[in-house]
């Protein structure tokens, strides 16, 4: 999307776009250079939450100058104390749902700065701590507005300590869509959502009132989250079936786009067998990313099998098969499908 902001006719909202772009290469390179569980982290030890914030005071000079310790009263800033309990929740959600001890199962510091460059639109994971942008004012708030938008960042390093996936094309639109999912099971885990109650909605809150939308992304109902040519020419560009997949130069692959099948899949699962979605939907998800099944290349036809086999293993042929099965069929992936 921030590729299509690029070229906005608005020239405040064209720069404030480009700079971002020129950033996140960098960032995503970083990150590509990061270790992975493979590479050395060892479970131990009971969960331990370590929480440090960064203020680079809208400059590049990261980390920043220590804003927030562990333990230490809130402060005056809003960013700070809301990245700083939103990193604690999703801490909090890993642990006492799935058992896991922080990103990478093995305690590591969660490590964060905010107010990182001017206007900057993004949030990111750059392979060793997440980084969050103030928005432009004119098309982004502030990026720590959403729980889900915090969890979404904080996944990534989960994913890349597990499964590894790559970032580009199918591979990274599964990389993205599994962070969109536990981000959205974290908002709900937050307020005692059940499947039906939840929004399923990614970045709530991100655009300012200037913009037409109310999300990033709909898991609900991809396409739909919102309708603003200067986000993306014809509103949101999000497909929810394999049909609609949609082979891109932009954005790694379109990794942001093409992400609504698998979400759009995780939705139907979720609301087909009901209650919490963490409980049973999300846990198929995790075992299915922690399962040694999953390669660093794969495909949505492998993820997708990779839940049935977890799914299989954990519930056996009831309810939770059957959902499985259809959600996948129904978004169009399958035995003869794209990859």
């Known amino acids: 999307m921030l590729e299509r902001l690029a070229e906005a006719d608005d020239p405040k909202i064209r720069e404030a776009a480009q700079k971002t772009l020129a950033v996140d290469d960098d960032l995503r390179r970083k990150r590509e250079g990061a270790p992975n569980e493979a590479e050395g982290a060892v479970p131990t030890g009971p969960p331990v ?20 310790a ?29 058992g896991r001890r922080s990103i990478d199962d093995a305690n590591l510091p969660l490590d964060a700065t905010v107010h990182y460059r001017r206007k900057y639109n993004n949030a990111l994971w ?13 098309v982004f708030n502030d990026f720590t507005f959403d729980p889900a938008v915090v969890a979404h960042e904080m996944t990534h390093g989960v994913t890349q300590y597990t499964a590894g996936l790559v970032y580009k094309g199918e591979t990274g639109a599964l990389n993205e869509s599994i962070s969109d999912v536990f981000g959205s099971l ?51 560009p999000q497909p929810d079936h394999m049909d609609k997949y949609q082979e891109m130069d932009l954005d790694h692959g379109g990794v942001h786009i093409n992400s609504g099948i698998p979400n759009h899949a995780f939705y139907l699962i979720a609301t087909r067998i009901g209650g919490f979605a963490w409980e049973k939907a999300g846990q198929i998800w995790y075992d ?11 495909t949505f036809r492998q993820f997708a099998q990779a839940t049935v086999e977890a799914t299989k293993k954990r519930f056996g042929q009831g ?21």
Do not use: C
């Not at 370590?50 to 590049?60: A, E, S």
């Not at 750059?126 to 432009?136: H, K, P, Q, R, S």
């Not at 809150?205 to 396409?223: C, V």
């Open 49 to 68: 939450l370590q929480r440090t914030l960064f203020d680079t005071h809208n400059t590049l000079q990261l980390p920043g100058d220590q804003v927030r």
């Open 288 to 298: 299915a990313l922690t399962s040694g099944e999953v390669t660093a290349n794969a």
């Open 186 to 236: 974290v908002k709900q885990f937050s307020r005692g959502q059940n499947a039906e109650e939840a929004d399923w909605l990614i970045g709530a809150g991100l655009f300012t009132p200037l913009i037409h939308g109310q999300a990033l992304r709909s898991m609900r109902a991809p396409g739909t989250a919102f309708t603003d040519d200067r986000v993306w020419p014809g509103g949101d």
């Open 70 to 98: 562990e333990g230490e009263d809130p402060v005056l800033d809003g960013t700070v104390n809301r990245a700083y309990n939103l990193l604690g929740l999703t801490f909090t959600f890993f642990k006492e749902v799935y």
């Open 126 to 138: 750059d392979g060793e701590a997440m980084i969050f942008g103030d928005g432009d004012g004119l």
């Open 319 to 339: 309810l939770e098969l059957e959902a499985v099965l259809k959600a996948w069929s129904h978004v169009g992936v399958n035995g003869n499908n794209h990859g």
